[in-house]
Structure formats: C-alpha cells, structure tokens
C-alpha cells in the first residue's frame, strides 16, 4: 500500500508518461487499485493504517482526475518535466480567434438561435479534437514543453467555450 506513496500519475496507475495513454487501462487501473486502496478495508486497522489509507484513496483521486482529462493530464506531463504554466501569453491571432467565437456565440445567445450554437458547438469540438491531436505531437513526438504550455491553455480556453454554448443551449431548451 505504501509503494504508492511519492510515485508519479503515471507509474500510479501502471501508464507511460506520455499525453496519449490507453483511457480504458486507466479505467481499469483505478477501479482496481480503488478497491485495493479504499479506507473502509482498512476501518479495523491501526490509526495509521487508516490514516494511510484515506490518503492513498484521496492520491489516486487526485491522479485519475489528472489523467483522465486531456487539459490536465498535458499540464501534469508539464509539470513533470520541471516547466510551469504558460500564463496567459497567446499569440495575436489566437487573441482574434477568442473574440471572434465570443462574438459568435453571443450573437447566437442573443437570438435565441439554437441551430447556430448547435453549429458552434460541433465546429468547436473539430477544434478542441484537432488541438488535442496537437498536444500529442508536442509533449508524446516534440517534448516542447513550453509550446505545448501555450497549447494548454488554448485548449482550456476552447473547453470553457464548450461550457459557455452546452450553458447556452441548456437555456433555450427550458
């Protein structure tokens, strides 16, 4: 139980530290490990054990989230590799991109047109698949970490979109 303790993400749960990983290992990994890990097999043993346990649980939670989601899971191979967050610097034409899908998503908002946010929404999720596609060349190929810092958060920018249009098409569906 305790050989989990300090591993990285990946060795957790048996993957290589790449950005493209097999989802269905991990799933199965978890649900493994999640029984093997939970706190209440351990409720009759020692208050370290216990305490051991919790933590352990509440560890591979916090990897499966990480590695689950593509965002996350490039910003931890990031972060594995020593380099930090991008900030907020993008390059000017993707600054145009951002305002030109707000636009678009605003004047569909205001129109109560669903036909265009449903538009938006598939054209929008061409593009956070081909960003995803980018990511892998740049960590799993490239090992640029720092572009792919810039790639991360252009990709969390397009998955706040998607919540922004799913909210959206919610509204005008009620």
């Not at 989990?4 to 048996?14: A, D, K, P, Q």
């Not at 109560?112 to 598939?122: E, H, P, W």
């Amino acid at each position: 139980m305790s050989s989990l303790i300090g591993t990285n993400y990946f060795e957790m749960f048996g993957l290589a530290p790449k950005f493209t990983i097999d989802l269905t290992s991990l799933d199965y990994s978890y649900r493994r490990l999640q029984t093997e890990m939970h706190p209440d097999r351990y409720a009759a043993g020692t208050e370290m054990e216990k305490r051991l346990a919790l933590q352990l649980s509440s560890n591979l939670n916090d990897g499966y989230r990480a590695l689950k989601h593509p965002s996350s899971r490039a910003q931890y191979l990031i972060n594995l590799a020593g380099k930090k967050e991008a900030g907020n610097a993008v390059s000017s034409a993707f600054l145009m991109a951002q305002m030109e899908w707000r636009e678009a998503i605003e004047e569909a908002r205001a129109s109560k047109n669903m036909q265009a946010l449903d538009a938006l929404s598939r054209r929008l999720r061409h593009t956070i698949s081909a960003q995803e596609k980018l990511l892998a060349v740049v960590l799993d190929e490239q090992s640029d970490f720092d572009l792919a810092a810039q790639r991360v958060n252009e990709f969390r920018f397009y998955e706040k979109l998607q919540i922004e249009i799913d909210t959206a098409l919610d509204a005008l569906e009620n």
